[in-house]
C-alpha cells in the first residue's frame, strides 16, 4: 500500500484526516515549504497539491481554508490567514461594523495529487459561521 503524505504542519488536522480515512490509507505527515500564491481558493490549492507532489516526489494530500464574508463580496477568501495576523479577531470584527450582513462562509479545500507531474483532484465544503466561532478553525 502506497503512503498519502499529508502536508500539514498542524496535529489536530492530521488526526482528522487519519481519523476519517481510518486503515484504508496509511497517512503520514511531511512538512513541505509550499510557496503562496496569489488566486482563487482552487488555483490556490491545486499549485499548492502540484508543488508539495514535486516536493515530496509521491502522492500528496493538502489542505486550505478560506473565510469568505459576503459583505465583501468573498474577500478576504483564501488570504483570511494573512489578514487574522494582521488585524486580529477585533480588527476582522470591527471591518464588518458598517454591514448589516455580517455572515461569512468558511471553504475547506482539499487537494490530492497522485504524484509529480498529475493533475490534482479538488473536494471542497462550504457552511455558513458564526464570525465568533470561526477564528480557530482558521489558524494552520
Known sequence: MKTLNFITGNKNKLSEVRA???DAVVVDNKSVDVPEIQGTIEEIAKEKCRRAAD????PVLTEDTAL???AYKGLPGPYIKSFLEALGHEGLNKMLDSFDDRSAEAVCTFAFSN???EEPLIFQG???VCLSC???FISD
Open 68 to 70: 469568505e464574508f459576503h
Open 115 to 117: 504524484g509529480p507531474g
Open 134 to 136: 470561526v477564528y480557530g
Open 126 to 128: 462550504r457552511t455558513l
Open 55 to 58: 516536493a515530496v516526489g509521491g
Open 20 to 22: 476519517i480515512l481510518g
